[in-house]
């Protein structure tokens, strides 16, 4: 059975490179997940008026308003069947910062036949979901861009003024010299400019679902059936 990004993608998974194949194949029938460790040479935010929208994505692992320089992370992408019985990709990750702060992005993406693309749930509680726009470029990059961001809470479900969110764009690459795989990621809002960023490296190890089920603490605190 194909992988969300596979679902997602078409023919054009094929034009990633291999590596990333590989990477953005992780599947409950592939049998394996994706576990990458290295290291962020920058985090950075946008001026002061940036630092409230920062602040209060802390309470949903969403953003933070720490920023520096060779900063320590992992990035967990474990498959799983969710309670709508979805297949659902983990993608979190964790930043190792000085004074013994840690800091997390949370997000699980399932594949949605209905909006013709990957759904990416943002945060612990997947209040906030975004469709992804995926390109993959000549040279075998993965370009992942949000699209409008829903907001769904109890009967709530309405779609955020875009004024008040960010656009993420997020950059994937392999390094076939360094065997390391390549990330960049910039959050803009149309009117405070650039809010948030990062790049670095890592290097990914693939255990095996038969011996490593997806870690409680990586799943959400609740499920959101709305897409």
């Not at 962020?40 to 308003?65: D, Q």
Request: glycine share 10%.
């Amino acid at each position: 059975m194909a992988s969300i990004f596979e679902l997602a993608l078409g023919q054009d998974f094929e034009r990633l490179h291999p590596m990333l194949q590989k990477r953005f194949g992780v599947d409950v029938e592939a049998g394996y997940a994706c576990v990458g460790r290295g290291v962020f040479s920058e985090v950075r935010r946008g001026a002061w008026w940036t630092l409230p929208f920062l602040h209060l994505g802390t309470y949903r692992n969403i953003l933070f308003p720490e920023q520096g320089k060779n900063i320590p992370f992992s990035i967990e992408n474990f498959p799983y069947l969710d309670g709508f019985g979805r297949p659902t990709v983990t993608f979190v990750r964790r930043l190792e910062l000085p004074d013994a702060k840690n800091r997390r992005f949370d997000a699980t993406m399932v594949h949605s036949p209905r909006r013709g693309g990957i759904v990416d749930y943002l945060g612990t509680h997947q209040h906030l979901a975004t469709v992804l726009i995926m390109e993959v470029l000549e040279n075998g990059t993965l370009h992942l861009r949000t699209s409008d961001l829903r907001f769904y809470e109890g009967p709530l479900a309405f779609t955020v003024p875009g004024f008040v969110t960010g656009t993420a764009d997020l950059y994937e690459s392999y390094d076939e010299d360094r065997g390391v795989f390549n990330m960049q990621m910039q959050v803009r809002n149309p009117v405070f400019g650039f809010l948030f960023g990062y790049r670095g490296e890592f290097t990914c190890t693939y255990p095996s679902l038969s011996e490593v089920a997806a870690p409680s603490a990586l799943k959400p605190v609740r499920e959101e059936v709305r897409e």
